[in-house]
Structures are given as structure tokens and as C-alpha cells.
């Protein structure tokens, strides 16, 4: 099992990732950013958030999550050190217990409504702030960085 596991989404000022499940999220500001930290790990995500992929990840390998399928299984197959979570809602709430890190990026929009990062209930965590990155300064983009506290 990777040592690091690391969520990774863009969202909206209420917490938001899509406005609906089949949404091509065109509103994200940060892809070069998740193409840089993404680059040569494996990024795990939902067979919605997969078709909803405007380009291939090249350079990465996909791990397409099913309803079906044991977070702690996928996990362990997971040959590198590093992978990514890469959504959508309810796959960031099923790989919640494993995470190590979370990589959040707001983005100056308000849904109301849509998919939430966490689509299901989670339990609380505390997190330590680890870094800050500079996405688009003049538009008020960065990306948060924080490690998960072991309890």
C-alpha cells in the first residue's frame, strides 16, 4: 500500500466539484498544477469522473474505481510509494480512512448545489497545514496542502 495517499480536487467556495455527476469540469483553473503532481503516480477515481475526462492522463496510470470494488484492495495492488484520489464524491468518501494528505484548490465560484468533495458522511479528522501553492494570484487561486493526523 502506497505510504502516501494523497486527495486531489478543485472546488468551489461551498465545497462543490461538479454542478452534476456527468459535468466536464471546465471551470478548474489548476489542470497544469494536477498534471505536474500527478505526473508518473497513479491516480484512482470513479468511472463518472473518468468519462467526464476532456484529455487522457498520459503519463500516469488510471485506476478506474467501481462500485463493486474494496478501496483497501485497490490500495495494496498500488505498486507505488505515491498515488492521487482523484474523485469524484463518492470515491473521495469510500478512500477516506486511507488518506495521508489532502490537496484542495478553491476556486472563486458558488454552486448552491452540485456533488460535494465528500458525498457521503465522514468522520472527523484533524489535519496539519503543510504548504501552500500558487496557482493564479490575480484570480485568489491556491492550492492547499495538508497532512492527515494519525490518530
Known sequence: MPSEIILIAAVTLDGFIARHSSEITKWTKDLPLFKEQTMGH???????????????????????????DDPREILQKVKSQKCFIAGGGKIYSRFYPFLTHLYITPHPYVFGK???????????????????????????????QYKVKQK
Open 42 to 68: 497513479p491516480v484512482i477515481m470513479g468511472s463518472n469522473t473518468f468519462h467526464t475526462l476532456s484529455n487522457e492522463l498520459v503519463g500516469r496510470e488510471v485506476v478506474i474505481v467501481h462500485r463493486n
Open 114 to 144: 452540485g456533488v460535494k468533495l465528500f458525498s457521503d458522511t465522514v468522520s472527523e479528522a484533524e489535519v496539519v497545514f503543510e504548504n501552500l501553492i500558487q496557482v493564479n494570484e490575480n484570480k485568489g487561486i491556491f492550492q492547499y
